[in-house]
């Protein structure tokens, strides 16, 4: 049986920082997740409990909150459940492992039809149907032109190759030379040096999988967030619907100028403030655009992305950093996606979102 606390009214809050630029490290945007929970109620020895499952996974953190019912739930069975679930993900999505599943792969330079599992067929159908609808600005293939950047995992030296480089190593990407057998589930890569980096929707793979085993499970009010990733079904400890917490970039001290809430929905942020470099008095984003080969230019600093799939929400986030504040904001409105973006300005920083992200603003 799980740990009883008997405090009431504690808070539990999950800050994410991310610094914005480095001319404003004081500026943070933050991902608060804000529950208030831990309060015990007894009557006729029926009550409940918020649950905490913690870890790391593929490279960053995880956390879980799960309301039981009648305050029992069997945490080191649950805790072992998620493990596998996770660990069957990195060992089949990976490109960091030799041996998983997608790295075989990646490594197999062939065109022949090749079998793959479930969940890695599921994951880059899905993937291929962002990039569809995005016109190429999510794309799993990307990943030669990240590292002939300098911001991928070979770390290579930050350069600025040619338009005839660039061109060259586009010849090894692109979503479209993915082809998939639906029946038999299967891909072929047209093209056998083709290499496909999930890590642009995995986590949001992951958060809908154990969302489904919660489900099964019979739960009903959870909170699930890997490396930011967020999903909310239900209600806290409080009977509140799960809320999020995004700072105001534009202030010093950590003040909150949203309070989302997440009612039965995923969250995803993607920004454009963490990695570059800076060559003649150019900086240079991490964030490649699929089409054209190179770093994006826009001001866009931030956008965050709600879904009733964490899947749909993690790859769209990406696929909205690369097309900039309009061109986002333009497709968006045109899926009734809800999206909230942060523009960096030359002095301050301004908030954007479109008339499908309001309904989800609780202050």
Known sequence: MSTLYNQDNIASIIQLNHYLTKKFLSMRISVLIISLIITITACRHNYSEILEINGLTMGTTYSIKIKTDNG??????????IEDILSGIN?????YT????LSIINFSKTSDWQSVSKDLFTIIDDANKISIKTEGAF???IGPLVNLWGFGP???????????IIESVKENTGFQKILLDKL????????PNLYMDLSGIAKGFAVNKIALYLDKKGFKNYLIEIGGELMGKGRNKDKEIWQIGIENPNSNSDTIRHIVQLKNMAMATSGNYKKYFEKDGIRYSHTINPVTGKPIKHKLASVTVLDYSATNADALATAFMVLGPEKALLLANSLKIPIYLIIKNDE?????YNDYFAPFIFN
């Open 139 to 141: 794309d799993i293939t």
């Open 348 to 352: 301050y920083f301004e908030e954007k």
């Open 91 to 95: 060992q089949s999505m990976s490109t």
């Open 154 to 164: 070979d770390k290579v030296e930050n350069k600025i190759p040619s338009d005839q």
């Open 98 to 101: 030799k041996e998983s599943e």
């Open 72 to 81: 029992y739930a069997d945490k080191k069975r649950i805790r072992s459940d």
């Open 184 to 191: 038999n589930k299967k891909i072929l890569k047209s093209n």
